[in-house]
């Protein structure tokens, strides 16, 4: 199924002419799925591991498909067919800029805001559209928790997938400008970057938070994994980059964009940074007074999150404010109520239970600082583990962050998809009994993991339900089961 269903109604579409000369008929949509082709859409054919998708091209024309974009084995494939062909060497990138023109290329009547980076992305951009709002923008996002305008959620069938794929993207942004969003906030992942699914979109700035180790699996090194992210930042596609000098990574980015001279640069984080923090002073409740030098001055606010990361993202979304010309004294004082969900999300669980802590970290650097975050009320008890058919080698790391950074840690499962959960959970084991300095024990399936951490809290002290984060699910094996780490904690605690 695609990321989204939701598909602007009253836009006019793109003759069919325009793209195959000669042929009848008015585009109205764009889709790589057969299964969820509508009448008058261009269907696209795309390579793929198992099959390739021009092989559905006959079922696509059954559903309405108007005609196909593929390249050349797929035009061979689609030969009997009856669809007018649209051929391309790289069928991925036309994909992006034919759908931008079947949806009215919606990215250029709204201010559009990207953030990457291993980390931060999702808390950026919920700071960013706090920060928007109370600019009085009406702020539409695209991320990992999901689509909103306003604040409203848009219903939709989507799956886990950050940033949606280029048709889908496109008609997202659509249905947002139709819904009256005048800005749109959005997490860029390195996986569409390398994809194409934001091709066709210019931003008006745009933020790298930093580089970590992640999505190996993909990108096969660390090298190939930055040279995906720093493609938003060149070739013009922002017109501003906020970039964290203070991470090895991004001062290599801005060496890059400050050669290449077209995008407006600005720094965050490094002690000579446009954006730096002068001083921040925890607050009783866990959260943050900040005061912070920029540019235009100084602006002192609060924060209502635990973790000086967030402090971070705070300052992140902030520059992308300035770095789009508005005014950052006005942002600030909209983020003190902002919260997310699933991210260093306190979970309330009565009087003399220990804190709970919700968190989505899966990398190791994620996970050392949302542990690191924990106020030194108690023991720091770790529940965390690695999902499956992803970057194994971050397992071990991850687990000796755990060590490193709590007193207790309790290994389950994440989302273990095709693989043994008990070799997983082996793994991320291992690494936490190398690193020595906690209690590391295998506490066996998601649930029983949890209430063995609960069971060992003491009152004062912080359980930290690592990895899922916001997540409602728990893959095994090819099945979702309803899974969500913050009302388990409270069942279990009730029991």
Request: net charge negative; with cysteine.
């Given at each position: ?20 000369p ?37 079922d ?50 709204v ?14 951009v ?115 980059a ?31 940074a ?21 540019p ?118 994440d ?23 906690a ?38 094996a ?10 388990v ?7």
């Amino acid at each position: 199924m695609n990321p989204t269903a939701l598909r602007p109604a009253g836009h006019p579409g793109l003759p069919l002419a325009q793209l195959v000369p000669g042929a009848d008929g008015v585009v109205r949509g764009v889709t790589l799925d057969s299964r969820g082709v509508r009448p008058g859409d261009l269907y696209v054919g795309l390579p793929g591991s198992r099959a390739h998708g021009a092989a559905f091209a006959a079922d696509a024309r059954a559903a309405g498909a108007l005609a196909l974009l593929t390249d050349a084995a797929g035009a061979a494939l689609a030969a009997g067919a009856g669809l007018p062909l649209l051929l391309a060497d790289d069928p991925r990138a036309a994909m992006a800029e034919v759908a931008a023109d079947v949806y009215g290329r919606p990215g250029d009547h709204v201010a559009l805001f990207g953030v990457t980076g291993t980390n931060g992305k999702t808390s950026t951009v919920c700071l960013l559209e706090a920060a928007l709002a109370g600019l009085g923008r009406r702020v539409g996002t695209i991320g990992t928790l999901g689509f909103r305008v306003g604040g409203t959620p848009l219903v939709s069938s989507r799956t886990t997938i950050t940033t949606p794929e280029s048709p889908d993207l496109q008609a997202l942004l659509a249905v947002m400008r139709e819904r009256g969003a005048d800005a749109v906030a959005m997490e860029v992942s390195s996986h569409a970057l390398a994809l194409h699914r934001v091709d066709g979109l210019t931003f008006e700035a745009s933020a790298f938070t930093m580089l970590g180790q992640d999505h190996l699996e993909f990108h096969h090194t660390l090298e190939g994994y930055f040279a995906a992210k720093a493609r938003l930042f060149l070739g013009g596609r922002t017109r501003a980059a906020v970039v964290n000098t203070a991470d090895p990574w991004g001062r290599r980015l801005a060496g890059l964009i400050a050669g290449e001279d077209a995008a407006r640069l600005t720094t965050v984080h490094a002690g000579d940074a446009d954006y730096r923090v002068l001083g921040s002073t925890p607050l009783p409740d866990g959260g943050w007074h900040v005061r912070l030098a920029h540019p235009a001055g100084e602006t002192t606010f609060a924060l209502s999150m635990l973790g000086a990361f967030n402090v971070a993202n705070a300052v992140t979304a902030l520059a992308l404010v300035g770095a789009a010309g508005c005014d950052v004294d006005a942002a600030s004082r909209a983020l003190l109520p902002a919260q997310i969900p699933g991210r260093m999300q306190r979970v309330d669980l009565g009087e003399g239970a220990p804190y709970a802590v919700v968190d989505f970290a899966h990398t190791p650097q994620a996970v050392a600082a949302a542990l690191d975050a924990l106020p030194r009320t108690g023991r720091r008890i770790a529940v965390l583990g690695a999902g499956g058919d992803r970057d194994a080698t971050k397992r071990g790391p991850m687990g000796r962050a755990a060590a490193e950074h709590a007193d207790i840690v309790v290994v389950t499962d994440d989302n273990p998809r095709s693989e043994e959960p008990a070799a997983i959970r082996a793994a991320v084991l291992a690494g936490a009994r190398e690193a020595g300095g906690a209690d590391a024990v295998d506490g066996g399936p998601r649930r029983d993991a949890i209430a063995r951490a609960l069971r060992l809290a003491r009152p004062g002290d912080w359980v930290a339900v690592l990895g899922k984060g916001h997540e409602a699910g728990q893959e095994i094996a090819g099945q979702t089961s309803p899974f969500d780490d913050v009302l388990v904690l409270r069942d279990v605690w009730g029991r």
